[in-house]
């Protein structure tokens, strides 16, 4: 894979011999791991990259997405093993120590990853997800067992689904490209701060790409990760920055406000934004980032 200079991607052995294909920017500055959203692609991060982002970050793609291979043991794909891929993904940085941020189901892998391995998670940015890989896919006042069932429903539907819309968003890039070209300023289309069309094109193209059964049972695997209680998040104690999206349908600011309360030692932000937070909210983000970063001490 190529990508802007000083980037690379490598090959990286999971605990279990899993190989999984690792991003790194390359850059000098704090330590920086991204617990993504299944399926998400470091490009989701335009902060992140370039030699003077001011981090030194890296990443990975999930178990058999994105140039992953599968496990030997393709039941071993829930957040635990998600969890133990973002410790191995460090040990190939070289990062002793470093701020976790984690997006969508990568939020539940963050926490996680924390509570094994609190010597090495030096604090959390929580982006649309709580401590349960688990989406809100019904209005919260519905019981929790009536909730994840819909979830997992929903999950297995995206193998039907997915196909058709991925077909669709395969024919973006090319379009934004051919605007891009044309001398068109995509810009001049979107609120200040925001994402460029053509890098959300190139996120939706990667997306579209993943073998769509695959991505279901990931997800649903990841819904099967059981919440964490009250005492079991007041044991961890790194700071944690919680950001929500005020028009958020699948992690609501509800669910985000009751993850902050719970945390002791935690900061709550809301974006007037949806679930892609990241690719609407860059100069924002890094904002924060860069406040947990000095929270944190790295």
């Known amino acids: 894979m ?3 200079p000083g980037e690379l991607h490598d090959d990286v052995l999971a605990p279990d011999g899993t190989r999984l294909r690792r991003w790194d920017n390359g850059a000098a500055g704090a330590p920086v791991v991204v617990s993504n959203g299944l399926g998400a692609s470091p490009k989701a991060w335009p902060f992140l990259h370039g030699a003077d982002c001011g ?6 793609h999930h178990r058999g997405l994105g140039g992953s291979e599968r496990p030997a043991d393709e039941t071993h794909i829930g957040v635990g093993d998600h969890a133990g891929d973002l410790l191995a993904v460090m040990d190939a940085a070289g ?25 090495r998670v030096a604090g959390v940015l929580a982006l649309g997800g709580v401590a349960t890989g688990a989406f809100r896919v019904l209005p919260s006042q519905m ?11 929903g999950a297995w539907l995206l193998r039907v689904v997915g196909p058709p819309v991925a077909g669709v968003i395969s024919m973006l890039p090319r379009g934004l490209d051919a605007m891009g070209r044309a001398g068109m300023d995509a ?18 193209r990667e997306f579209a790409a993943h ?20 005492a079991e998040l007041a044991a ?3 700071p944690v920055t919680v950001v929500a999206g005020d028009f958020d349908t699948l992690a609501p600011v509800a669910d985000m406000s009751d993850l902050a309360a719970a945390l002791p030692d935690s900061r709550l932000v809301h974006l007037p934004g949806s679930h892609f937070l990241p690719l609407q909210f860059p100069e924002a983000l890094a904002s924060e980032l860069g406040y947990l970063a000095q929270r944190a001490g790295v």
């Open 2 to 4: 190529t990508g802007p």
């Open 55 to 60: 981090y030194h970050a890296t990443s990975w």
């Open 95 to 119: 990062m002793d120590r470093a701020v976790v941020v984690g997006w969508s189901v990568g939020v539940a892998v963050a926490i996680e990853a924390a509570r094994r391995a609190p010597d």
């Open 143 to 153: 019981p929790e067992g009536v909730h994840r069932r819909a979830a997992k429903t």
């Open 187 to 204: 810009a001049a289309l979107e609120p200040t701060g925001t994402t460029s069309l053509v890098t959300l094109a190139e996120v939706a």
């Open 211 to 230: 073998d769509w059964t695959w991505f279901s049972r990931m997800v649903l695997a990841a819904a099967d990760h059981a919440p964490l209680d009250d």
């Open 236 to 238: 961890i104690t790194v």
